[in-house]
């Protein structure tokens, strides 16, 4: 083989392999990006219902109902609307009423059914969607302890 | 007292790094030995200057000195002496100085150990090294003193975050920075070769230990922080896939190119300027997971700094050391000429293609990790890229690399033939198959678990076929292959080693990934639950005080077909001091997998908790495979060819040895 040609063997190597993770990241990114919403988003009923989401905002004081089996419902607000939460599992160790989380999972018969709670490792920590979701609601009070 | 000295010695070292970036630099380009020759003694004093400081911090952090604001944060008098020596590092401003500490080390070991350098290399590399490290001086004095002052005192501290009090996460970060860091010294060496305009094997033989050095205690440092992640979260997983995790990942990523293009540089002179490339890309990713991780733009337990003047400091900080290193790479870069060829088939084609899988691997993963940060910036709202997405672009695009590095090795150099390295691979073919089937058996037939085995399998038995090759096993007598495996270089040995490890933690992940059973339920005491044949029944609470913090203990006792098997005690922690609560899971490892339980919350009045059981299958090969790995490299350290500091005396020796 002349240079030329082996210098090419290697382009078309590279080439093959950014062409096979252009088509991976798009179809990747077609079904496993998943898009933040409010609470005031899914009351308004902005948000698609084929797909997984993430729901975040405070949880609801007093909300917070323990069943059998391990599984929790709550309710998640962005102080003006919330939305009811079902999950089964344990919480996460920060997990508690007032306190800024954020939810995955789907939006079933207008219950949001959870497969994954995540709450802040930090108390005074407030997730940056969260504080988002709440200013737009117009609730937000002053920038330490909303 | 303390505090000041620290913050003097600190505001010194920067005048030091100040000459060091500027003497010998300008005293290389007008060849001017007295000026180079002030690099050595300022890396020396750098270091003992930033050690002084470091000592400072660590002392107030021993004696809990409450007027230093980083001790009141990150430390309480109730708190073990471990967490309290790893507090120093475990918040921004610690974290930073330790940074430092280790990148003036690693200077300081070029100037002490570096005297068959070339001196205008050395002064060269040095000097860059003392660029980056003015950067993070600035960076400490104005935005983020470690020894700034509270007054007046209060009677206690904050307390370290309670996640972060454990033994695993007390040698986290600085595993990590050595990685990091360490990935500075080949950063400075390729500037200082692209200001030369030369590049050879000398250059490469230096290079090569310190890329290795960082690679190893990068490897380390991320398994540390995965098993941490295992045990301490108490979610079962040991990689999220989250932003943090990839901004350590990304550097691993490139590092393993680097070290495996140095080698072309080091016995072809080929891929000059490539390998270049690659020394400038692995330090900005390491300079860039930093600005991830610190900066608070992403949200994360890692996440300190949120004070928005520091992200502005270290963006800038980063666009000038990526972005001047990259257009210094686009000046010179061309001039460094790689004028061997080498074919497609070759072992340096073999290393080229792992090259380019890793890189396109890094850019995908990179892409998914600022995918959320560029869609937010330009207004297209709010997404997470989570596991799914790495899963699907990350593993497929890994594959044909795994499969391709058991064949590589068996290449020669220059031009090689494929057929006869494949037919050599026989018994690796028939293995993989064997253990296929076996699992097919056991297991039935998940398609990426039986992928992931085949695949390690194939690599496990790759590698063994080689070295088997290397001794030429069964075609000479048994003793003399006993005496070539003895006399194989520690280099190779260090590549046998680290391939295998990487089969090894292949199994484990695809075990773990795939086969993991799993069991949510709420239990009351005397209650059964079956998790993968082993019965685990709870015996009920109770309270348990520990040093700093109070705990409730469950008992589980398991059995597997009637027969004990252990007793497990989860954990949940509260600690007073933060008003936070911890999951200490209980973890029985076996050879075939883990016996994993946590509780959770109480559940109604009759003792009754939420309970989550699992079974993890060969998620301790994970952790064995990565610990091969480092152990390989540490094997390949001590080659003498590549020994630090060495490698020219070491081939000066083999000289005299062979006229003798």
Redesign the interface.
């Given at each position: 083989m002349k240079r030329k040609h082996k210098r090419l063997t290697f382009v078309l190597i590279a080439l093959a392999l950014l062409a096979t993770s252009a088509a991976l990241v798009l179809t990747a990114f077609e079904e496993s990006i998943v898009f933040f919403h409010s609470p005031s988003d899914i009351v308004a009923e902005k948000v698609p219902l084929d797909r997984r989401l993430r729901l975040g905002g405070l949880v609801e004081q007093g909300s917070v109902v323990k069943k059998p089996d391990a599984v929790v419902t709550f309710r998640i607000t962005d102080t003006a609307h919330a939305v009811a939460v079902t999950y089964k599992g344990i919480l996460p160790d920060l997990f508690r009423e007032g306190q800024g989380v954020v939810a995955e999972g789907r939006l079933i018969d207008g219950v949001f059914t959870a497969d994954e709670v995540l709450a802040k490792h930090d108390e005074n920590y407030m997730p940056p969607e969260v504080a988002d979701a709440i200013k737009k609601a117009g609730q937000w009070r002053g920038e330490e302890k909303p | 007292m303390i505090a000041e000295a620290g913050h003097f010695a600190l505001t010194l070292a920067l005048f030091v790094a100040a000459v060091q970036a500027t003497l010998p630099l300008a005293g290389a380009q007008r060849n001017d030995p007295v000026w180079m020759a002030f690099a050595r003694p300022a890396a020396v004093a750098q270091f003992l200057l930033v050690a002084i400081a470091f000592g400072c911090l660590t002392a107030a952090f021993v004696t809990s000195d409450f007027s230093v604001l980083a001790v009141v944060r990150n430390s309480h008098t109730a708190k073990p002496l471990l967490y309290k020596i790893s507090g120093v590092w475990g918040n921004h401003e610690g974290s930073l100085l330790l940074w430092v500490l280790i990148m003036a080390l690693f200077g300081a070991l070029v100037a002490v150990f570096g005297t068959n350098l070339p001196p205008a290399l050395r002064a060269r590399a040095l000097s860059v090294q003392a660029m980056i490290a003015v950067g993070f001086y600035l960076f400490m004095l104005l935005t983020s003193n470690p020894f700034e002052r509270v007054v007046p005192p209060p009677q206690n501290g904050q307390d370290l975050?309670p996640?972060l009090q454990d033994p695993g996460l007390a040698f986290h970060p600085p595993m990590l920075y050595l990685g990091y860091v360490g990935f500075s010294m080949a950063f400075s060496f390729a500037i200082a070769a692209l200001i030369e305009g030369r590049v050879d094997t000398a250059w490469a033989r230096w290079v090569r230990p310190w890329t290795l050095l960082a690679w190893c205690f990068l490897t380390a440092g991320i398994a540390l922080g995965s098993w941490w992640a295992y045990y301490e979260l108490?979610w079962g997983g040991f990689w999220f896939w989250d932003p943090v995790e990839n901004a350590s990942f990304l550097p691993w990523l490139a590092g393993t190119a680097l070290l495996h293009s140095a080698v072309v540089v080091e016995k072809r002179e080929a891929l000059k300027g490539w390998t270049v490339f690659l020394a400038i890309v692995t330090f900005s990713l390491s300079l860039l997971g930093t600005f991830l991780v610190r900066s608070g733009v992403l949200?994360s337990?890692h996440a300190f700094a949120t004070d928005p003047s520091r992200g502005v400091f270290i963006l800038i900080l980063l666009v000038v050391v990526i972005g001047g290193s990259l257009a210094l790479f686009a000046w010179r870069g061309p001039s460094l000429k790689s004028p061997v060829?080498?074919?497609?088939i070759s072992r340096e084609?073999g290393l080229?293609?792992n090259n380019?899988?890793m890189t396109?691997?890094a850019?995908?993963v990179l892409?998914?990790t600022l995918?959320p940060l560029m869609l937010e910036a330009m207004g297209g709202?709010?997404?997470?890229?989570?596991a799914?997405?790495f899963n699907?672009?990350f593993v497929?695009?890994m594959m044909p690399m795994l499969i391709a590095m058991a064949v590589g090795p068996m290449l020669t150099w220059k031009r090689s033939d494929l057929k006869p390295a494949l037919n050599r691979l026989w018994i690796a073919f028939a293995a993989t198959a064997a253990v296929l089937l076996i699992v097919w058996r056991l297991q039935g037939g998940a398609a990426l678990g039986l992928l992931g085995i085949a695949v390690a399998t194939w690599l496990f038995a790759g590698t063994v076929v080689q070295l088997a090759e290397r001794v030429r096993l069964f075609g000479v007598p048994l003793r003399e292959s006993a005496r070539r495996l003895v006399r194989t270089p520690r280099s190779a040995w260090g590549m046998t080693l680290a391939h295998a490890g990487l089969a090894v933690t292949i199994a484990g992940i695809t075990g773990a990934g795939v086969w993991k059973v799993e069991s949510?339920?709420?239990m009351k005491p005397g209650d059964t639950v079956t998790v993968a044949d082993y019965a685990y029944t709870f015996k009920g609470v109770e309270d348990v005080p520990g040093p700093n913090y109070d705990a409730v203990r469950a008992t589980f006792d398991v059995n597997r077909n009637g027969r004990f098997v252990t007793t497990l005690y989860p954990e949940k922690r509260h600690y007073p001091v933060?008003?936070?609560?911890?999951?200490e899971a209980a973890i029985y490892p076996t050879l075939w997998g883990d016996l994993y339980a946590?509780i959770?919350?109480s559940?109604g009045q009759d003792g009754a908790f939420?309970t989550?059981l699992y079974f993890n299958p060969l998620v301790g090969w994970m952790w064995a495979g990565v610990m091969i790995m480092v152990l390989g490299g540490a094997v390949s350290l001590s080659d003498r060819r590549y020994r630090v500091g060495a490698p020219k005396g070491s081939r000066r020796r083999l000289e005299s040895a062979a006229s003798a």
């Open positions: - | 975050n996640l108490g949200t337990v060829l080498f074919q497609p084609g080229l293609f380019l899988v396109t691997a850019a995908t892409l998914g995918y709202g709010k997404v997470s890229v989570g799914p997405f699907a672009t497929p695009l949510i339920q709420t933060q008003n936070q609560p911890t999951t946590v959770g919350d559940a939420v989550r």
